[in-house]
């Protein structure tokens, strides 16, 4: 089940590694939708997406994409939620975080080929 969080991000945890190699980021954001009950939801970015909140700090405004994940262990359900996408949120309109940019190629005539 696909789900986007648009909220203020609360708190970065820090990337777990396992002996597996496997990596995980916890991130809780307080979701804005509702002003009136805001909620605090923790959301995990697993795997290769593990550092997608690198260049996030602790207030800035973003949009998540989710997937719901539910799972049983020795008879408990558990419900994740697993980001996959997030994107800065900015006088409303979503960008992501600044990447740098590539240096423009230009061509004048001293670079022209003489034939």
């Avoid at 986007?4 to 002996?19: F, L, M, N, R, S």
């Avoid at 996408?85 to 670079?111: F, H, I, L, R």
Wanted: charged share 25%; net charge negative.
């Amino acid at each position: 089940m696909k789900l986007t969080i648009k909220g203020e991000i609360k708190q970065i945890g820090e990337t777990q590694t396992y002996d597996s190699g496997f990596e995980k980021t916890t991130v809780v954001i307080t979701e804005s939708s509702n002003s009136k009950y805001p909620q605090d939801l923790c959301v995990e970015a697993m795997g290769d997406r593990a550092d997608i909140f690198a260049g996030f700090k602790v207030g800035d405004m973003v949009n998540a994409s989710c997937d719901l994940r539910g799972s049983e262990y020795k008879g408990r359900h558990f419900v994740n939620i697993s980001c996959w996408k997030v994107d800065a949120v900015n006088d409303g309109q979503s960008n992501a975080p600044a990447k740098p940019s590539q240096p423009e190629m230009t061509m004048d005539d001293s670079d022209s080929i003489p034939f």
